[in-house]
């Protein structure tokens, strides 16, 4: 099946009464039978719900949809992008271990790195694509390399495939925070990434109107009982140790499941991801060339334009487009303020992936907390407006950009 054909139909379980859509299981417990049934539910030797904190039909229909699409062998879905993001590390790692990760992430997922530090967990951060720099980052206590596919707001791409077989070299996997990219434009499992991750709260949901996150496991990798003792006894269910171990263990004890509401609005709008990533992506490449082409005194990054350093590598690893993220520096704070504060189409708030058109101002928002140098490496600066394209009619996008610059 292709992309839009799967998101309809791969993974789609069989609801009760010929329901075509999942229904809602607002219902935090699950009655069985008898009491046999209920404790093989709990030793993991029947199937069935017990309880939501641990596994809820709804969301189980969100996870098999997005197992399906991301080509994996199962998925967990949170609360949260961040919840994945700290499920999806914290399942390996113990105190005493490091992580290598890109330098140019998300601002949430560098303060997640600095809190973690407490529990003895140390972040080694390292230039996207820099081999050199990344192969030295490396020693026995290297758990997990870590990147985002397309950065967030660098807008820098990973060459993900040989990102993969440098962390596999050294006995470790790859984890990807896919969010700015979606399956849409790169399925990371198959360039041999081994777990993603994606905020659903953006594109998969599409139109903002519930917080979450979604993990899936390739299954590919091999995990030892010598360099991940905290597998333990799950180290018997090979390909499928590590998500067992997540289901079992921290998801279920810390608490960061989804809601099956917010599991509901998901598969509503993971029906139309691809529909709107192709609008969206097409709109930014379109508002990206104008802004280009018609300001000289505005420097746009954009993957998609020839001018973006990483515009090699997205031709090469990425399909469909470049993802609905650009960037411009206006020449001062003033000015990036003064221009938001005209435009009358896109909202100021810092999110990405709505239907709408979002604009912010990364260094006084989302980046307030990182260093001088997280800025640096993250490429925010201080006249630099990050723009969400969302599916609105691009010449009313562009308009409205005019209008506010002039
Ligand atoms: C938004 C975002 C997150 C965090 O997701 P939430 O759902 O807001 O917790 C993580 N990574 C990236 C790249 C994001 O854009």
């Known amino acids: 099946m292709n ?13 009760p009464n010929g329901a075509t859509f999942p229904p809602i299981f ?42 399906k699409l991301e080509g994996g062998i199962g998925s967990v879905a949170c609360a949260s992008g961040m919840a994945a993001l700290s499920m999806a590390l914290l399942n390996i790692l113990e105190a005493g271990d490091e992580i290598i990760s890109s330098a140019s992430l998300y601002g949430g997922s560098i303060d997640l790195f600095r809190d973690i530090e407490a529990f003895g967990i140390k972040t080694k951060y390292v230039k996207n694509n820099d081999w050199e720099e990344i192969e030295a980052a490396f020693n026995e ?60 709260s953006k594109y ?3 139109s903002s109107n519930s917080i979450s996150g979604v993990l ?5 990798f091999k995990w030892t009982k010598e360099r991940y003792p905290v597998l333990g006894e799950y180290i018997k269910y090979g ?23 917010n599991a509901y609005l998901n598969v509503l709008g993971l029906e139309t991801l691809g529909l709107r990533m192709d609008k969206q992506c097409s709109n ?18 954009y993957p998609g334009l020839e001018s973006s350093n990483w515009h090699t590598i997205a031709n090469t690893i990425l399909k469909n487009g470049y993802g609905a993220i650009l960037t411009i520096r206006t020449g001062s704070k003033k000015r990036a303020f003064e221009i938001m504060n005209k435009l009358t189409i896109p909202y100021i708030l810092s999110n990405i992936g709505d239907t709408k058109t979002l604009v912010v101002h990364p260094s006084s928002t989302i980046s307030l907390h990182s260093t001088q140098k997280e800025l640096e490496d993250a490429g925010v600066y201080d006249d630099l407006i990050r723009i969400s394209v969302g599916i609105e009619d691009v010449e009313d996008i562009i308009e409205d950009f005019r209008n506010a610059i002039s």
Not at 151 to 174: F, M
Not at 290 to 295: A, G, I, N, V
Request: proline share 4%; hydrophobic share 35%.
């Open 204 to 206: 998969i949901n599409g």
């Open 26 to 67: 607002q219902s935090s417990a699950f009655a069985q039978e008898s009491a046999e049934d209920l404790a093989g539910i709990f030793e993991n030797k029947k199937m069935g719900y017990c309880y939501t904190r641990v596994a809820n039909p709804t969301v189980s229909s969100f996870e098999e949809r997005i197992t």
């Open 3 to 15: 992309f839009n054909t799967k998101l309809l139909h791969d993974g789609v379980k069989k609801e």
């Open 216 to 220: 899936t496991d390739s299954g590919h």
């Open 141 to 200: 206590r290297t758990k997990v390399v870590f990147a985002e596919t397309i950065g967030n707001p660098c807008l820098d791409v990973t060459d993900v495939d040989r990102l993969a077989k440098i962390a596999h070299s050294h006995g470790v996997p790859l984890i990807i925070d896919n969010t700015t990219a979606t399956p849409y434009l790169i399925r990371v499992l198959d360039h041999g990434a081994d777990i993603v991750v994606n905020s659903s």
């Open 239 to 261: 390909p499928f140790a590590y998500i067992s171990k997540m289901r079992s263990g921290l998801y279920r004890n810390i608490g960061t499941c989804l809601s099956p509401f």
């Open 284 to 301: 930014a490449l379109k508002l990206a060339s104008w802004l280009q082409e018609t300001y000289s005194d505005i420097q746009v990054n």
